[in-house]
């Protein structure tokens, strides 16, 4: 069955998640279009892993509600995790099969036909310059190449949303700007890309970005926006001012 696209493809209303009395994501209201590189900023422990485990399904909410490509995610987590590809900040790639096997491995997880396998991940690695490497296991592989591979195994299945928790974390800054222009490309194929980052120098490379602290958003808007609201130089300098020390 096919569906018009969305309005949203992520669309959060007084999202909340508790942890006993500790509110990790608090009163979150987020709208993201379809194909926007919307940036989920924020220092460490702000909430970002809470609220992209919630709008994944992997979490339920304590309050508010998440609609992920259209569909809430109270009722429709199963419907909404074939739809997502999600690269987790501690992502598993199996360090003892090669990367054409952790392709394929990963392809089956998500449902792929072996025909599609083959398809899907010859593809993939052509995408993410990793076709030389299919035989090497991830260790043998340059730096940033294993970041290449956990993505390439979240956009088997191409899904509309792509939800990537700090994919740059301890990569190398070249390594990094490589890395954004593949998400460049996975936009411009259609996918709507939420990524969450604590380099403030990636911030400019998103469409729109929010900031969070303790649980809240406290700025939202494009970087040229936020710059210009805050009479600030940097993105960086944006992030001072809003974050509480
Ligand atoms: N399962 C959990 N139980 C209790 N507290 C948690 C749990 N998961 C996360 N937290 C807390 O919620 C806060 C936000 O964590 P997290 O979402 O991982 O932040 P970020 O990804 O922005 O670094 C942190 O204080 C963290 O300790
Ligand atoms: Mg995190």
């Given at each position: 069955m096919t569906r018009a696209q969305?309005?949203?493809a992520v669309l959060t209303r007084g999202l909340t998640k508790r942890f006993d009395n500790f509110t990790a994501v608090d009163d979150v209201d987020l709208a993201v279009r379809p194909r926007e590189i919307f940036g989920f900023l924020g220092a460490n422990g702000a909430g970002k892993t809470t609220t992209i485990r919630v709008l994944c399904g992997l979490l339920v909410p304590s309050a508010g509600e998440a609609w992920v490509d259209g569909l809430p995610i109270s009722s429709s987590a199963d419907q909404v995790k074939r739809r997502i590809g999600y690269m987790s900040q501690r992502f598993s790639l199996y360090m003892d099969l090669t990367i054409g096997e952790n392709l394929e491995f990963y392809g089956g997880v998500y449902g792929l036909s072996a025909p599609e396998i083959t398809e899907r991940g010859t593809a993939v690695a052509e995408q993410l310059g990793l076709s030389a490497f299919r035989d090497r296991l991830p260790s043998d592989l340059p730096p940033g190449y294993r970041q290449r591979l956990a993505l390439g195994c979240s956009v088997l299945h191409q899904p509309r949303i792509l939800f990537l928790d700090e994919?740059?974390?301890?990569?190398?800054p070249v390594a990094r700007r490589t890395f954004w222009d593949l998400i460049y490309d996975l936009s411009e194929g259609g996918a709507t890309v939420f990524v969450t980052t604590h380099y403030m120098d990636e911030a400019e490379y998103c469409g729109r970005v929010s900031i969070m602290d303790r649980g809240r958003i406290v700025a939202l808007g494009s970087p040229q926006e936020l710059k210009r609201s805050h009479g600030a130089v940097s993105m960086q300098d944006v992030f001072l001012k809003v974050v509480q020390p």
């Open positions: 969305p309005e949203y994919p740059t974390g301890g990569v190398d």
